[in-house]
């Protein structure tokens, strides 16, 4: 599902602050794009727990929604009223395959005999892992 959200960034000292309304959370960037880069990282992982949850995604808000959103925060949060209004696309779909192909550090302990040998024999032992446990659990990731 491919959607386009909302944000404002604004410059504060040497971060570029990001406010994504239809999430009501914020990030930051060392410059706009990397602003930018943050914003959709931020919906994505947003998106994929409310996925993960059953919830539905935020429906994206329009400008005018944005601005009033923006407008009505509170007076001790950030102002972002006359930040750089821009939407930021996401592909919940795609961004929930790539995170959840992100690869895990696990700690695993075998005798040291058996890693001498595998050691030896120029085995991976990632690969042997991720092979064994894709036999046992199947491979529908």
Known sequence: MKVAYPVFIKKDGD????????????????????????????IGLNGTAYYDEGKDYPIPSDEAKARATVKNRGEDEFDFSDGTLTFVDIDFDAYRKKIRNLSVKKNCTIPQW?????????????????????????ADA
């Open 15 to 42: 971060y570029d602050l990001v406010y994504i309304p239809d999430f009501d959370g914020m990030t930051e960037g060392f410059g706009f794009c990397d602003a930018i880069e943050m914003a959709r990282d931020y």
């Open 114 to 138: 058996l890693a001498e040998k595998a050691v030896a024999a120029n085995i991976n032992f990632s690969r042997v892992l991720q092979d064994a446990l894709i036999d046992i659990v199947g």
